[in-house]
């Protein structure tokens, strides 16, 4: 209970998780709400506990099922298609999860660089977001890990650059404040291609720097999903990103300035 000071968050969600993932027996939450009954505990709202007693049956009717076309790994160039399939058999993966993924990292090199159109007076950029759910141990983080590695070495060489450009940077401005330089100089922009842990505020920041786009890379999905509003008791993460799944442009207005990301 959150009212009992041995209470931790972390191992409550860990438990609560295998607890779906695992069937102990007969043993369901409608086995939890008749113990608390007999014990005196009333849920409120216990109706949406109460267990389903009757099944549907089940067939292996095969129009019941919905069918999944192979995917086309065909369309790929030559020597992509077999990058993928020799990566996949190398980590163990099906061809499509690599494929999947591939394509989302070209699509977040593209950007904002080139418009489609589906249908007429229709535009959108070219942006894909990708879900993965496999189960662990299944090979995903390596697989991630592989496929995202050139482009972590290109944000690396990025910022060794950015801090040499900012230490020039702040030796101009301090010598510009002793009247020993001419003009103000510029301050140099961080040329970001790579999104992990960010909140909102700061992702608005690095579209500045590079307005075709970010890839945004989220090894562990529910951990993007709870850190949306981790610092606002209320806020609007959830719509903003859906804004950014349009690929609209942002008005963020604050006490310390104004930004415009088209």
Not at 91 to 115: D, E, F, H, K, Y
Not at 145 to 169: G, H, N
Not at 191 to 199: A, N, R
């Amino acid at each position: 209970s959150k009212i009992s000071p041995k209470y931790d968050t972390a191992e409550c969600d860990s438990k609560f998780d295998d607890c779906l993932r695992n069937n102990w027996g007969d043993v369901t939450f409608g086995t939890i709400v008749h113990l608390a009954k007999e014990a005196g505990i009333v849920f409120k709202n216990a109706s949406l506990w109460t267990p389903i007693t009757e099944v549907t049956e089940v067939t292996d009717d095969p129009e019941s099922k919905i069918e999944i076309p192979d995917f086309p790994i065909n369309v790929f160039p030559t020597w992509l298609k077999d990058f993928i399939l020799d990566l996949s058999n190398s980590i163990g993966v099906p061809a499509s999860t690599t494929a999947s993924i591939v394509l989302t990292i070209v699509s977040s090199a593209v950007g904002n660089t080139i418009r489609t159109s589906p249908k007429p007076n229709f535009e959108v950029s070219p942006f894909l977001w990708t879900t993965n759910v496999m189960p662990t141990g299944s090979g995903k983080s390596p697989l991630l890990e592989q496929l995202t590695k050139i482009v972590k070495k290109m944000q690396a060489l990025s910022y060794r650059q950015f801090k040499d450009k900012l230490r020039v940077y702040k030796n101009e401005v301090r010598n510009f404040r002793k009247g020993e330089g001419c003009e103000l100089p510029d301050e140099p922009i961080f040329e970001q291609f790579l999104i992990q842990d960010t909140t909102l505020e700061a992702l608005g920041n690095a579209f500045e720097g590079q307005p075709r786009g970010l890839l945004s890379v989220q090894d562990e999905l529910s951990g993007w999903l709870r850190g949306m509003n981790q610092y606002k008791k209320a806020g609007n993460d959830r719509q903003l990103y859906l804004e950014l799944f349009n690929s609209s442009s942002w008005a963020v207005n604050r006490k310390i300035g104004v930004k415009f990301i088209p």
